[in-house]
């Protein structure tokens, strides 16, 4: 029997196994993302500012292939996701940042603890800790320097990157720009509301993302339709027609 790479009954495999979190996982790294001060590298290819919603779902693919299969094609899919950055690198003939490596997996390891508190319930230490040992592991497949070792060790390196990392720049405004040109000015004004209550006091303050009165009680009443199972409808009517298939198969 293979044995997987993530243990089944981890709640990473729980967190990552419904729509409608990994879609909060990833509205808190796009906000993010777009700050990062080596944001430039996610220009050099050209793919995400032409494509962000596809290249959102071709990282959930990936992450999915290392979360819910077995040890040997967990470490497959990394290594082809190292493989991929290392050949960007050759083409732009330069070394992408240690630290713009970190940040990325740190991004994957706090928004999945935040958008499932956001949406279920508080995460105890221990789960905490286990979603951090599970990215870590991706880590060091990837070999990357200067990770931490513990869950608190983290928090701390977190908090710095935080900090030290992200820039308001020309890139976040054009990325934004995307992110409305793609997904219509209604789902937009959902997505940056969405984000106000994912991402860090930092971040919120660096995209100026404003005052939300009306988010939470829509949310409340969003976690009172999944209680109920009528979040259906209401996915149909803030999901872009064209990916209601895929984020339908995000559901485990």
Known sequence: MKTCFVSTDSIVRKIWGKADTVLFIFAGAAAEFALNKAVDWLYFTGRLPADPLGRLFSTVTYARQIIFSDEEAALAAIDKITAIHKGVEKNRGTEIPDWAYRDVLFLLIDYSIRSFELLERRLTETEKADIFEVFYRVGARMQLTGLPTSYPAWVAMREEHLQQNLLNSEFTADLYQQYKKHLGATR???????????????????????????????????????????????????????YKVQIKGLDV
């Open 188 to 242: 937009y004004v959902i997505l940056k509301q969405v984000q106000r209550q994912l991402v860090p006091e930092k971040v919120k303050n660096l995209l100026l993302l404003g005052d939300t009165p009306w988010i939470v009680p829509v949310l409340w009443c969003y976690k009172l339709s999944r209680l109920i199972k009528l979040e259906g409808p209401l996915k149909n009517i803030l999901l872009p027609e064209a």
